[in-house]
């Protein structure tokens, strides 16, 4: 007897699992649009983003940026870092300030972030992706609600953007 000859796939089939393959997760997508942080979505595994500073996540959009928050308690410095969907990269903007309503035992009140300049990165004020602003509630204060009113981060504006701090909004 003779052995079976394998039959091969037809071309649509063999295309199609190729496209899946390659469409897995992996690499740096885009991720406007799209919810991706801390839970699973479809491929059987989670993406989660861990802010670089050990800090607050808030995410901007559907994914498309973060901010970073991080409270230094000894100073009552809040630090506000801009970064991509993946929070990789620091992404830069021109604002000349950033306003955070913060509200803490039904009291609230607004923070004004200022940009910092880094020589090391020659980022300057109008060009940077840091800002930070201190308050003497934040030495004793480790728990609030904030409200960013508007932020533009290249060419897209994020408005009434709410969180609570330290849990962010992911």
């Not at 007897?1 to 740096?28: N, Q, R, Y």
């Not at 990269?89 to 004004?112: D, G, K």
Request: hydrophobic fraction near 35%; charge should be negative.
């Amino acid at each position: 007897m003779k052995p079976a000859t394998p039959t091969p796939l037809p071309i649509g089939i063999l295309a199609l699992s190729v496209a899946t393959l390659l469409a897995g997760c992996g690499g740096k997508d885009d991720h406007a649009g799209h919810d991706h942080a801390g839970h699973d979505h479809g491929h059987g595994h989670k993406h989660e983003h861990r802010p670089p500073h050990g800090g607050t996540a808030v995410v901007l959009g559907r994914e498309a940026f973060h901010l970073e928050l991080v409270r230094t308690a000894e100073t009552g410095l809040l630090t506000c870092y801009v970064l991509d969907g993946h929070m990789e990269s620091f992404i830069r903007i021109p604002a000349t300030s950033l306003a955070l309503e913060t509200t803490v035992s039904n009291r609230t009140s607004t923070l004004t972030l200022l940009p910092v300049a880094n020589a090391a990165t020659g980022e300057k004020a109008g060009d940077t992706s840091q800002f930070e602003a201190k308050a003497d509630w934040l030495k004793t204060t480790p728990n609030f609600t904030g409200r960013i009113p508007a932020i533009t981060v290249r060419g897209a504006t994020f408005t009434n953007v709410t969180f609570r701090f330290p849990e962010g909004n992911e």
